[in-house]
């Protein structure tokens, strides 16, 4: 069977996007989403790692929920396909929808710093909410169902299905360099497109190593690492609505057209091409 991919967005529900791919060999370079993320395993197995939760092979019918910001990557093993579906939620649109059910996650000391990884990635192994998530993709993808219908289920199978299953297990850090973290923050979200080791560690007076292990400790990427996928999500944000694939390059100062390609397809699983043109 060959490889596909699609994927279901709309402008008047700009608050999800989701995929499908089938029989895929793409192996996914360790990443993370501004997004509240839902995967489901539909055929074949692959291996779920994060610096913020267990290593474990998930199977067919198994739910993967991965919170806004943490790093992660599900692969297939060597000379194995896997088919799957991925869902991405905006963070604030879900978190208005938790405030609606009264429902309350995630508390802790950094609660107010944004960008930042929260709560732990969770497996869910339960053959009723995989058959709710695939049943809700089906509606999304359906091109006879309104709007107005896909927005109902969306919010109907997240309340009554999806959200009930889900484990909120906050991240509980060590403190390693804690007093560092507000600022480290306030510079990336200021200049993160121009991160320099050696400049980013002058500004915060502590030395590259000391730098290199905050990052790891608390986004589980160096800071190369972040550099790039933060770079490869804004890239996501402009191709969404129609942004040129050479300016966005451009904008984001990639050597070339064909490195953008690369990064972006290690991160993604699909080329700048492919994303720009699934709506």
């Not at 299905?161 to 973290?181: A, R, T, V």
């Amino acid at each position: 069977m060959d490889s596909t991919v699609e994927f279901w967005t709309h402008p008047a529900m700009p608050y999800v996007e989701t995929r499908r791919a089938c029989q895929s060999r793409i192996c996914y370079q360790s990443h993370s989403h501004p997004t509240f993320s839902i995967g489901a395993v539909d055929e074949g197995q692959s291996c779920f790692s994060s610096a913020f939760g267990k290593n474990e092979i998930i199977k067919a019918k198994s739910i993967v929920v991965i919170p806004a910001h943490v790093e992660h990557s599900c692969n297939p093993f060597s000379n194995q396909a896997w088919s799957y579906q991925m869902m991405h939620l905006d963070a604030a649109w879900l978190m208005r929808l938790l405030n609606e059910l009264e429902i309350e996650i995630g508390k802790t000391c950094t609660q107010q710093i944004t960008s930042f990884p929260k709560l732990r990635p969770k497996i869910i192994h339960h053959v009723k909410v995989y058959e709710a998530f695939t049943e809700l993709n089906n509606i999304l993808f359906d091109k006879k169902i309104s709007l107005f219908e896909k927005e109902q289920s969306l919010i109907q199978v997240l309340t009554e299905i999806l959200i009930p299953n889900f484990e909120w297990e906050s991240i509980s850090f060590s403190g390693y360099f804690q007093q560092y973290l507000p600022d480290l923050i306030l510079h990336l979200q200021s200049d993160v497109e121009d991160l320099s080791l050696t400049h980013l560690a002058e500004k915060m007076k502590i030395s590259r190593y000391a730098l290199i292990r905050l990052f790891k400790h608390y986004f589980g990427f160096t800071p190369h690492a972040y550099q790039l996928n933060h770079k490869i999500n804004q890239a996501r944000e402009r191709l969404k609505v129609g942004a040129d694939i050479a300016q966005v390059a451009y904008e984001l100062e990639f050597v070339d057209q064909s490195h953008f390609h690369r990064v972006f397809k290690k991160l993604t699983g699909v080329t700048p091409k492919q994303y720009s043109k699934k709506a």
